[in-house]
């Protein structure tokens, strides 16, 4: 061989083998820059809540600031896709919700988190409120059915993308009595608070983390809880009686997390863990998330996976029952509950 395409050889050598050796180097210094955090919803919402709070403590974990981005719509899949197409290196993740458990049952996307490692679930609201504009003439949950079914298609009610919390209660009163409504979309929470407490719309199904401190100041009205129980002097809508086999399908909530693709290098997912389950140990965030109504969860890696598949079983059969789901989920691998 001549000496000059020896040289060549060593070199092309040399070059594959910083590159074979460059991925692992940077997954150990990780992180050596900032971190872009995408939430899936809009400022305000309970997504946006629980990870502005939840940030600042990951932060001082992971000795990086964490850069927030809202990316709102098309139920979380425009978040979620821009988080795909950037590098799985762990520099880009995502702080997102329940409702992408269920975007392949819904027909959004035809993908899941079956894409993504959960590094975190931080938290599931399963504290549901039914609020109502400040000035509306319905005191409960059985004074709203009742003019609802007297006059259907009159009330206007928030309601947000496919799998998100307002979707998923109508889809459980479907099943159990007539309620006819005009239906005003949202890009979550946020704005709809807005809306309803400027009376452009009337009533909605919120979580208590979005909604409690607006109830508080009276700004909000609420007439029902989705529970069996009272929650902070709010009525259980099981009170009305048509709504008492809902029952069946609670303890059901929103919950909150953290994701990276997979392809993510495990000594980055796993400096992410920690700096994520520290956070979550953090007796101010808890102490804000319990005080808005939000069960404390901090778990990750199969733990976290199992809680996905147990809420994506449940609430996948509920819409198929309903008649609300796209896709069968028996054709989707997802197994009764």
Not at 179 to 198: K, M, N, R, S, Y
């Amino acid at each position: 061989m001549q000496p000059f395409k020896r040289q060549l050889l060593g070199a092309a050598l040399a070059a594959a083998t910083l590159v074979g050796l460059s991925a692992p180097a940077q997954a150990q210094n990780y992180p050596e820059r900032d971190v872009t955090a995408v939430i899936q919803w809009g400022a305000g919402g309970g997504t946006d809540v629980a990870m502005r709070g939840y940030a600042p403590y990951a932060e001082e974990a992971l000795g990086r600031k964490i850069v927030l981005q809202n990316k709102p719509g098309a139920s979380g899949a425009i978040g979620a896709n821009f988080v795909l197409q950037q590098p799985a290196d762990g520099y880009t993740i995502l702080m997102g919700a329940e409702p992408q458990s269920l975007f392949r049952v819904m027909g959004v996307a035809d993908f899941d988190y079956d894409r993504f490692t959960p590094i975190n679930i931080a938290a599931v609201a399963n504290t549901i409120l039914l609020v109502a504009r400040p000035d509306a003439p319905w005191a409960n949950t059985q004074d709203l059915l009742s003019f609802v079914q007297a006059n259907p298609k009159k009330a206007k009610q928030y309601l947000a993308g496919q799998g998100t919390v307002p979707f998923t209660i109508n889809a459980m009163m479907s099943t159990l009595t007539k309620f006819e409504t005009i239906q005003v979309p949202f890009d979550g929470d946020g704005p709809a608070i807005a809306a309803l407490q400027g009376g452009h719309v009337d009533f909605g199904f919120i979580a208590s983390g979005s909604a409690i401190e607006h109830v508080k100041a009276g700004r909000l009205k609420a007439l029902g809880v989705l529970s069996d129980k009272p929650f902070q002097g709010i009525a259980p809508m099981t009170d009305a009686p048509s709504l008492r086999g809902i029952t069946k399908y609670l303890p059901w909530g929103s919950w909150y997390g953290v994701f990276v693709r997979k392809e993510t290098p495990e000594p980055v997912k796993a400096k992410l863990i920690a700096a994520f389950k520290k956070a979550g140990e953090n007796p101010q965030y808890r102490s804000m998330m319990e005080g808005r109504g939000t069960t404390m969860l901090n778990i990750s890696g199969a733990e976290a996976e199992a809680f996905i598949k147990k809420f994506q079983s449940t609430t996948a059969w509920l819409y198929q029952g309903a008649g609300a789901a796209k896709k069968d989920p028996a054709t989707l691998g997802i197994a009764k509950p």
